[in-house]
């Protein structure tokens, strides 16, 4: 239920920024409810086709799980790999690390 609930707020955050591309249907809110439903079973439909994998055999849900680890990766890198070509300077927040960010961005990769 952590996963559904998690991953369709994303669905819904990505949908409000124009980000996916069914965003205007995934975006709306039911009046009634005043929750974003279409997300949520948009997640869960596609849940649950990923979740037929597995009757396919172990190779495909292998092969599915292969793909979200290294999408994963792909995903932390790519934020702090644009931090270090990119050299600009970046408004801090509330929190920061200061001179630490470095290092610790490295040992992150």
């Given at each position: ?101 470095s290092g610790s961005s490295t040992l992150e990769t």
């Amino acid at each position: 239920m952590a996963a559904l609930t998690t991953a369709s707020r994303q669905i819904f955050a990505f949908s409000r920024d124009g980000a996916l591309p069914l965003s205007r249907f995934l975006y709306n809110v039911n009046s009634r409810t005043h929750a974003p439903i279409f997300a949520v079973w948009f997640v869960a439909i596609i849940s649950s086709i990923l979740g037929l994998l597995a009757f396919a055999g172990p190779t495909a849900i292998n092969a599915v799980f292969s793909l979200v680890v290294a999408g994963q990766y792909f995903a932390y890198s790519v934020p702090i790999t644009a931090r270090f070509v990119g050299r600009r300077d970046i408004k801090r927040g509330p929190f920061s690390l200061g001179k630490w960010v470095s290092g610790s961005s490295t040992l992150e990769t």
